[in-house]
């Protein structure tokens, strides 16, 4: 395996999923809300969606890249629509110190239902496949996918790591600092965070519009 390449990928995916949006906020509240693996899980699902677009633009599946583009404004409509309504909940709801310090166990169907839901909406995202495509574009003359069949699976193994590091990482660190917030910065916390993710699900809504 062709470990300069294996890094690359590993940047590229921290790249594409450091920057702060709604899976980010999602992810952080799991890891107040719940703990630790749960939070890590959830990212699992947008690195899932991240693995595909990479797939996609390491192979140039020009089919599928058609596709989103034809119906890049349906993606994003629904996508915004997923935002809207989650961000409203989240907003609604009310987090307390005891629920944040519950260890019952976490059903199986809840996690399913995180990771599904941040595939969702990173798979309804145009904007992350676009990015992707830009990045491997860019970087064609560095990456050389088509001189062996070796560094498309490479590249996107590294871009799949880089994206779990990540979700690692944030999920470690807001697990550690939890502790020290106190009640009403947990309540703050929820309705923001509802709040933010409500936002981006309308800015997606109104780029279809206008």
């Given at each position: ?112 239902k995180k990771m599904l839901a941040t ?16 990045i491997f574009g860019t970087m064609s ?70």
């Amino acid at each position: 395996m062709d470990l300069f390449l294996l890094v690359t990928g590993i940047f590229i995916g921290l790249s594409v999923t450091a920057p702060l949006g709604p899976v980010n906020i999602i992810v952080i509240r799991t890891a107040i809300r719940r703990n630790f693996t749960v939070a890590v899980l959830t990212g699992l699902g947008a690195v899932t969606a991240d693995a595909v677009f990479a797939v996609m633009a390491a192979y140039g599946v020009r089919s599928i890249e058609q596709f989103i583009v034809h119906f890049a404004k349906p993606l994003n409509i629904v996508g915004g629509i997923l935002l809207v309504v989650l961000g409203i909940r989240l907003a609604r709801s009310h987090i307390n110190m005891a629920q944040v310090s519950q260890q019952d166990p976490v059903q199986r169907s809840l996690i399913v239902k995180k990771m599904l839901a941040t595939f969702a909406l990173t798979i309804t995202n145009p904007a992350t496949f676009f990015g992707f495509l830009a990045i491997f574009g860019t970087m064609s003359s560095v990456l050389a996918l088509a001189s062996s069949p070796l560094r498309p699976p490479t590249i996107v193994f590294g871009v799949a790591l880089g994206a779990a590091l990540w979700w690692v990482f944030i999920s470690f660190v807001v697990t550690r600092l939890k502790s020290r917030i106190s009640a009403s910065t947990f309540d703050r916390i929820n309705r923001w965070t509802g709040v933010l993710i409500a936002a981006f699900g309308f800015a997606l809504l109104m780029d279809v519009v206008f």
